[in-house]
């Protein structure tokens, strides 16, 4: 049976800086580690990736919490955390599967959990022949076709990591065992 691989998702202990304004600072220091969650939970999700991490998918544990710093410009307090968390990161060789969101005469594009801009080209598709038409499809002697909205298991042959846009492109490919529609 072929399966995708399972080393895609990583657990990470990272450490992390956590800037709580001044208007949601408590005298008293009841709702501070509540802020520091929220705020932590709030920057975890717009970060979105990292080149060496890869991918945030879920914030697990809050291991510790700093001695906050008083940032004398805003009047802020600055914490530093240590958590552990889940990412997703595409490595080169590794099985993946994706959902086919477009097809060109030159191959398909796909998804694969949060990565949105993976390519199979053509060439790197044995045996399958491209057909144009309204819905252009590739289908091959077994009438096995790939086309929009289809789910594929494909090889990671290359990734790449955009800085701007916070994001890898993944090059695939359908050689191999296992491959192909699920």
Known sequence: MCMADPNMYLKIELP?????????LDAKGLLLQRAVIIRLLEDFASRKATKDHGYF?????????????VRQESGGVLFPVVFNCITFKPFKGEVLKG??????????FLSSGPTEKVFISATTMPDYQYVQGENPIFMNDNLSKIEKDVELRFMVIGTKWIENEREF??????????LGPV
Request: charged share 15%; glycine share 12%; with cysteine.
């Open 16 to 24: 992390w800086n956590v800037l709580i304004p001044p208007e949601n």
């Open 57 to 69: 998918l879920a914030l697990t544990t809050l291991n510790t919490i700093g001695e906050g710093k």
């Open 99 to 108: 959902v086919v969101n477009r097809v060109i005469k030159q191959g398909v």
């Open 169 to 178: 492109q993944i090059l695939g490919s359908l050689f191999g065992d296992c």
